[in-house]
């Protein structure tokens, strides 16, 4: 039976290049094991029908884990079956609606059931599931919804007047409403629709909706990046790199909406794992929800961890943290010390992932790598190609910086507005700079289109950041690059300092001046209260530009 498996999940792989490396792993995460016939030609009917995709994805997994709690939120627990036949109902009141293949539905919603009903159903009707970041303008929203001509808006009650304000004119569907006393309880809801509609099993549409996740607009009005069915070959090169395992607890706290929460969704699917959500992220409810609901995953993004370490300590004491294996991060880069700083206090479970929306995952940090060299982006996991290029195309040597460019099976087919990133031999620009050390790790020193030329120095900003976040007075940075008559341009950095800090801007100039070139050093240090970051915790460094020294 197990030899059976082994050759259903080889066919899946399809064109990964080590396929008794995917089996292997998944092997070692308990993904392949024995199951009864029925349950197996049950598997091989979904996997035919409906493929790799989240929609397959959780079909399949309802027939491996009918009764395994699947998803747990701040409404109670729902099975892997039910996940499946809430689903089903809500797909078929949708296409009662008129929402069929090819459309585009737009879900604006946190990290809730909601969610999850709504992307299922719009995946199992083949319709395309635009996922909306819920730290959006209206503005944005409405230019985003207009480019990806949406016909239907799914969305938290908390965000009616924003869909308002955005001049959105389609039919709207609620999937999160906030009690009895909601003004919009008799309008349709995706709760009313799952009661109303059809659970049985559905028919596979002819084409596989794809899911179009944005990228995160820092610097513009964000890109639609779109993917199409699930990827096995992914999961085995993610799998390898990070030790989670089939049957686990994992506390999901970064948004759904972007690629690092959406790409947790699709591997509980795949290991069976049960999904537990909060709708808002709070430092010590974070902690809280680890320990009470026995989580052993944490899946985050870099500023939940600042935002945790920044409790005091009595408050950290109060939580025992030993059950979690893995905590993962990933959306933006580790400032600092930070990466020691959790572990030495929780333990050497963290890993850091590095990738794009674009290129999804290019490289992983275990704890032992960021031990040995702190700031390390890691190193690429099995099935993925990663070179240092010059402006010529040519790969540098080690140690050499250079643009950094990816090649796996999760690279994105352009964007859905026209557009593509730079490919050169089959491999996407990440868009960042960076180098390889002898050890064959990545470090990533900074987004190409912000390097600037001082003086006739090449300068990256990540690089001066990170310098300034290791000064003990510091909580976060940013710095970005100002014109500049004498030198055409120099850097700018704005700084949160720790409370009650008396450190001066020309100590932390010295401090730069200490570790780095002098041309490094920033000109201008601007002392603030908080950075604008966007709801992935990236700092939105276009709002900076207004401020002065």
């Keep these: 039976m197990i030899r059976f498996g082994a050759r259903l999940a080889g066919r899946a792989v399809g064109e990964a290049r080590t396929t008794a490396t995917a089996v292997a792993v998944l092997t070692r995460t308990g993904v392949i094991r024995p199951f009864g016939p029925l349950t197996l030609a049950g598997l091989v009917r979904t996997l035919q029908g409906w493929g790799m995709g989240l929609a397959g994805g959780f079909a399949s997994v309802a027939i491996r884990f009918p009764e395994r709690t699947g998803l747990v939120d701040e409404r109670g627990s729902l099975t892997f079956r039910e996940i499946d036949e809430r689903s089903n109902a809500l797909a078929d009141e949708l296409a009662r609606r008129g929402v069929g293949e090819g459309d585009a539905v737009a879900l604006l919603a946190r990290n809730h059931r909601g969610f999850l009903d709504a ?85 596979p549409p002819r084409a596989v909706g794809r899911t179009v996740i944005l990228t995160s607009g820092t610097t513009g009005t964000p890109k639609g990046a779109p993917r199409g069915g699930g990827n096995l070959e992914a999961a085995v090169a993610f799998l390898d790199r990070i030790p989670l395992r089939a049957g686990r607890r994992m506390h999901i706290a970064a948004p759904l909406f972007h690629t690092w929460g959406f790409a947790h969704l699709s591997l509980a699917m795949l290991l069976g794992n049960t999904v ?44 025992d943290l030993s059950r979690v294996e893995v905590v993962a991060a990933s959306g933006s880069a580790l400032p600092g010390d930070l990466a020691t700083e959790w572990m030495d206090r929780f333990g050497d479970t963290l890993f850091n992932i590095y990738g794009s929306t674009e290129v999804a995952w290019a490289s992983v940090a275990r704890p032992e790598d960021m031990r040995a060299a702190p700031g390390t982006a890691g190193k690429p996991p099995v099935m993925t190609v990663v070179k240092i290029l010059d402006e010529a195309g040519r790969e540098v040597p080690t140690g050499q910086t250079g643009r950094i460019f990816v090649g796996n099976s999760m690279l994105f087919e352009g964007y859905t507005g026209g557009g593509h ?22 470090f990533v020193e900074g987004r190409d289109d912000e390097m600037i030329v001082s003086g006739g120095e090449n300068v990256f900003p990540a690089e001066v950041e990170d310098c300034l976040a290791r000064h003990e007075s510091v909580v976060e940075v940013a710095a970005i690059g100002v014109e500049d008559a004498e030198f055409g341009a120099r850097l700018r950095a704005f700084v949160v300092l720790t409370e009650g800090s008396g450190v001066t801007a020309d100590e932390l100039r010295e401090h730069v001046k200490e570790n780095l070139a002098r041309y490094k050093v920033p000109r201008d240090i601007v002392f603030v209260d908080e950075l604008p970051r966007n709801a992935t915790g990236k700092i939105l460094k276009r709002e900076l530009d207004g401020h002065e020294d």
């Excluded at 970041?133 to 207009?146: I, K, M, R, W």
């Excluded at 320990?291 to 939580?319: D, N």
């Design 276 to 319: 537990v959500l909060t709708r808002r992220f709070d430092p010590e409810s974070s902690l809280r929800t680890l320990v009470e609901e026995r989580c052993e995953v944490f899946v985050v993004i870099p500023v939940m961890l600042q935002r945790i370490l920044a409790l005091p300590a009595a408050t950290l004491g109060r939580y």
């Design 421 to 442: 990133k730079e490919s050169v031999g089959g491999l996407l620009s990440s868009g960042d700079v960076g180098r390889f050390d002898a050890d064959g790790r990545l």
């Design 119 to 203: 992307a299922l159903a719009i995946a199992k009707l083949g319709a395309d599931v635009l996922l909306l970041n819920t730290a959006f303008a209206a503005p944005q929203l409405g230019e985003v919804c207009a480019r990806e001509n949406v016909r239907l808006v799914v969305h938290d009650e908390e965000f009616a007047d924003l869909v308002d304000r955005a001049g959105v004119d389609v039919p709207r569907i609620l999937c999160w409403t906030d009690g009895a006393a909601s003004a919009f309880r008799d309008a349709d809801s995706t709760e009313n629709l799952v009661r109303a509609g059809s659970r049985a099993r559905r028919t």
